[in-house]
């Protein structure tokens, strides 16, 4: 097994939350692990393996918390863990302290609102867009040029859950339309009820296991970074799902999505040929059962585990085949599709709110039921075409109707649009 269906084992040791959660949260730990300096080599330029999670679903029922902060948290090494609540000026102050850094955040639509207020988080997603492609400084000054900071080679990592009802009311279209969700996996997943069963005696074991195995990782890494490139059959593949993005019918709604997709394609694919890496190495411990896990084990590792790791882990050009990317896009494909949706509710849900809004102003100023679609227009701020896909939604529904008036004689003779309530 690799070390991600061992993950996925341990999950359902703890929880009756999803295995999707599971998987993309062990991906992202091992990605980080990877450190800043492994890369893919890829253009335009390297493809580093951090990466921003957002766990959706049903309250409660989803156990996304529990799939966080219960199950991969206490598997995490700790000086790698960043702050679960902070202010802008929170995150890059611990960042100055240590760039290689993974925060689980509480929950989003408690961030997002604030951002969509322009509340005192709202710095945080233009921070949180720029660290993303990993560069090499970062500077920034906030409160008024009062507070200065230089982080060096930041390596960031970001997860954090949301309820589908939170979610949606909580964006607007500078989040959805511009870089700050498309750069988030969105993992969506429904809880199902399952009977509370007991913990292992040995549990302590098994996260001090997880921990020695991502905590090793990255001390091997930090000193001797990986280098991934595709094979040329892989490469074929990833181009033909960029095309697909980008050129095909079913993600033309959603290709400011896509193309970050297509970089999360290659970073889950390094990821998983380096979980089945360390998947192979782990058989010379002949861990079959997670009873086997012992003081005894953790010791033996401790000891051999960096030695043994680097063997499959040597300082050379990793080359990454076609059956990766393959897996990759399976994982990813269903939060692509889940961007389809967020994108078609928000468009609709939220132009039509803005352009009720306006039909209420109008009618106080107008007399009679005949609403001059120009004034409506003027006071909903809505460009034309979110305006009209608006105004289409709502006769659909049969909420509305538009009739077009003559006005005029002669060179004046024209056409007035009007909304009828």
Same mark, same amino acid.
């Given at each position: 097994?690799?070390?991600?269906?061992?993950?996925?084992?341990?999950?359902?040791?703890?929880?009756?939350?999803?295995?999707?959660?599971?998987? *993309?949260?062990?991906?992202?730990?091992?990605?980080?692990?990877?450190?800043?300096?492994?890369?893919?080599?890829?253009?335009? %330029?390297?493809?580093? *393996?951090?990466?921003?999670?957002?766990?959706?679903?049903?309250?409660?029922?989803?156990? /996304?918390?529990?799939?966080?902060?219960?199950?991969?948290?206490?598997?995490?090494?700790?000086?790698?863990?960043?702050?679960?609540?902070?202010?802008?000026?929170?995150? !890059?102050?611990?960042?100055?302290?240590?760039? *290689?850094?993974?925060?689980?955040?509480?929950?989003? &639509?408690?961030?997002?609102? &604030?951002? /969509?207020?322009?509340? *005192?988080?709202?710095?945080?997603?233009?921070?949180?867009?720029?660290?993303?492609?990993?560069?090499?400084?970062?500077? /920034?000054?906030?409160?008024?040029?009062?507070? &200065?900071?230089?982080?060096?080679?930041?390596?960031?990592?970001?997860?954090?859950?949301?309820?589908? +009802?939170?979610?949606?009311?909580?964006?607007?279209?500078?989040?959805?339309?511009?870089?700050?969700?498309?750069?988030?996996?969105?993992?969506?997943?429904?809880?199902?009820?399952?009977?509370?069963?007991? !913990?292992?005696?040995?549990?302590?074991?098994?996260?001090?296991? @997880?921990?020695?195995? @991502?905590?090793?990782?990255?001390?091997?890494?930090?000193?001797?970074?990986? /280098? @991934?490139?595709?094979?040329?059959?892989?490469?074929?593949?990833?181009?033909?799902?960029?095309?697909?993005?980008?050129?095909?019918?079913?993600?033309?709604?959603?290709?400011?999505?896509?193309?970050?997709?297509?970089?999360?394609?290659? %970073?889950?694919?390094?990821?998983?040929?380096?979980?089945?890496?360390?998947?192979?190495? !782990?058989?010379?411990?002949?861990?079959?059962?997670?009873?086997?896990?012992?003081?005894?084990?953790?010791?033996?590792?401790?000891?051999?585990?960096?030695?043994?790791?680097?063997?499959? !882990?040597?300082?050379?050009?990793?080359?990454?085949?076609?059956?990766?990317?393959?897996?990759?896009?399976?994982?990813?494909?269903?939060?692509?599709?889940?961007?389809?949706?967020?994108?078609?509710?928000?468009?609709?849900?939220? @132009?039509?709110?803005?352009?009720?809004?306006?039909?209420?102003?109008?009618? +106080?100023?107008?007399?009679?039921?005949?609403?001059?679609?120009?004034?409506?227009?003027?006071?909903?701020?809505?460009? &034309?075409?979110?305006?009209?896909?608006?105004?289409?939604?709502?006769?659909?529904?049969?909420?509305?109707?538009?009739?077009?008036?003559?006005?005029?004689?002669?060179?004046?003779?024209?056409? %007035?649009?009007?909304?009828?309530?």
């Amino acid at each position: 097994m690799d070390v991600i269906e061992i993950y996925t084992k341990y999950h359902d040791l703890r929880t009756v939350s999803s295995k999707e959660y599971a998987k *993309h949260l062990c991906i992202q730990e091992i990605g980080h692990s990877l450190g800043r300096k492994s890369a893919n080599l890829i253009q335009p %330029k390297p493809i580093r *393996h951090n990466t921003y999670l957002c766990l959706i679903g049903q309250s409660g029922v989803s156990k /996304k918390t529990t799939a966080q902060s219960d199950v991969l948290l206490p598997c995490v090494p700790q000086d790698t863990v960043g702050g679960q609540s902070f202010s802008p000026e929170g995150l !890059l102050r611990e960042l100055e302290e240590n760039p *290689h850094l993974i925060s689980f955040l509480g929950e989003f &639509s408690t961030l997002l609102r &604030s951002i /969509k207020g322009n509340g *005192h988080m709202s710095r945080f997603k233009e921070i949180a867009n720029d660290l993303w492609s990993c560069p090499w400084v970062y500077k /920034k000054t906030l409160k008024n040029k009062e507070n &200065s900071y230089f982080v060096e080679q930041p390596y960031l990592s970001l997860n954090t859950t949301c309820t589908e +009802e939170e979610f949606m009311p909580n964006l607007d279209p500078a989040m959805v339309h511009g870089g700050f969700m498309p750069r988030w996996i969105l993992v969506c997943a429904e809880g199902g009820y399952r009977e509370r069963g007991f !913990l292992p005696d040995n549990i302590e074991y098994i996260e001090q296991f @997880f921990k020695l195995i @991502f905590g090793t990782l990255y001390s091997i890494t930090t000193k001797n970074p990986i /280098k @991934f490139k595709l094979t040329k059959e892989a490469m074929d593949k990833f181009e033909s799902i960029s095309r697909e993005i980008e050129q095909g019918e079913e993600f033309e709604e959603v290709v400011s999505f896509g193309v970050r997709y297509e970089d999360y394609i290659v %970073k889950y694919a390094d990821i998983l040929y380096v979980s089945d890496l360390i998947g192979d190495m !782990l058989k010379q411990y002949n861990i079959k059962y997670f009873e086997s896990i012992n003081q005894a084990l953790i010791n033996k590792l401790a000891e051999g585990l960096e030695y043994a790791m680097t063997g499959y !882990l040597k300082n050379n050009l990793k080359e990454v085949d076609v059956s990766y990317i393959d897996k990759a896009w399976e994982l990813l494909r269903p939060g692509l599709v889940s961007t389809k949706k967020l994108v078609t509710y928000f468009d609709e849900h939220y @132009f039509v709110q803005k352009l009720l809004k306006a039909i209420d102003k109008v009618k +106080e100023k107008v007399e009679g039921n005949e609403l001059p679609i120009s004034l409506v227009l003027q006071y909903s701020k809505l460009k &034309s075409e979110e305006f009209r896909s608006a105004l289409m939604t709502l006769k659909q529904r049969e909420e509305i109707k538009v009739i077009i008036k003559e006005t005029g004689e002669g060179r004046n003779k024209g056409r %007035k649009e009007y909304i009828i309530l």
